[in-house]
């Protein structure tokens, strides 16, 4: 049992809290996020905030708390869950309809849950011996830009990746040039071609945080960044592949189906640097 929080009151993780027409039960009708918790700090949970206001807005949620209030609610979680390491996940819906129905009114009080639990476990030898991804079709909508909380594709993916034994989906989408990537079903991707990182171009998938920091940390490398559609039959000419995430980090992928991948000198450099700006980051004002 956890103690979460949900609409100013904290409860039990056992206690009933949703209502039953809650548009983002009904309708996936919401948003969420996940932050890393490292040493009881939220790591960039400003950017996290930052990104889910925006996507709120575009979609005319009411976001009811501020980023002070978001971080003192999960610190008083942490501490009664006694945990210092974890995952902060927040979720925000429109709100609860009367009865059921697609179409929504133009004013609604939001539903918003803020959960602190304990840190998805994975093998730390990951980071050292590489991870295997496979090839799935991109089966989403057209709002992947924004964490909506409709994720039955992204499910779907996973699933069907971990049943066969990999990592992560490497999604895809097609286009009069072939099969070009996307992302991955809880990630994103990048690419070193030997000379430069290559990044899939923000089109319909999700501007992640970390691919933002780890992009931003290449440049101050002195790694040039190419943003562009990626092919899957460029796949072969790469040296790396890399995956990134809030929990995965800079993760190097060594297979991609049966084709191998070298383990490089990149993505070990990249999550070093990584490492080191969570450690830097402090999550209160």
């Not at 009881?40 to 996290?48: A, P, Q, R, V």
């Not at 991955?184 to 501007?207: M, R, V």
């Not at 290449?218 to 039959?233: C, G, N, Q, S």
């Not at 790396?240 to 995430?245: A, D, G, H, R, T």
Request: net charge negative; proline share 4%.
């Amino acid at each position: 049992m956890l103690y979460i929080f949900v609409n100013g009151k904290i409860l039990d993780s056992e206690s009933p809290a949703i209502k039953v027409f809650d548009r983002g039960m009904v309708f996936g009708d919401g948003l969420y996020d996940v932050i890393k918790m490292q040493n009881g700090n939220f790591i960039f949970l400003e950017d996290h905030i930052e990104r889910m206001k925006k996507s709120a807005k575009f979609f005319g949620i009411k976001f009811p708390y501020d980023l002070e209030e978001i971080f003192e609610i999960g610190q008083k979680l942490s501490a009664m869950n006694d945990l210092k390491e974890g995952e902060l996940y927040l979720q925000l819906t429109r709100g609860v309809d009367i009865i059921r129905d697609h179409v929504f009114e133009d004013d609604y009080e939001p539903t918003f849950v803020e959960i602190v639990q304990p840190v998805r476990k994975m093998n730390p030898e990951i980071w050292q011996v590489g991870a295997r991804v496979l090839l799935h079709p991109d089966l989403r909508h057209n709002f992947c830009e924004h964490k909506t909380t409709d994720l039955l594709p992204n499910v779907i993916a996973k699933k069907y990746v971990r049943s066969r034994g990999a990592y992560e989906a490497l999604m895809f989408r097609t286009d009069e040039g072939g099969k070009y990537v996307t992302e991955g079903a809880s990630s994103s991707y990048i690419f070193f071609d030997g000379e430069k990182i290559i990044a899939p171009k923000i089109e319909n998938i999700l501007p992640g945080i970390t691919r933002i920091k780890v992009l931003w940390l290449a440049k101050e490398m002195d790694i040039e960044v190419e943003e562009r559609r990626v092919y899957i039959d460029e796949l072969l000419k790469m040296k790396e592949v890399i995956l990134l995430s809030t929990l995965s980090r800079v993760l190097p992928i060594v297979k991609v189906e049966n084709f191998e991948f070298k383990k490089g000198e990149i993505a070990k450099k990249l999550d070093v640097a990584f490492m080191d700006l969570c450690a830097s980051h402090l999550s209160v004002k």
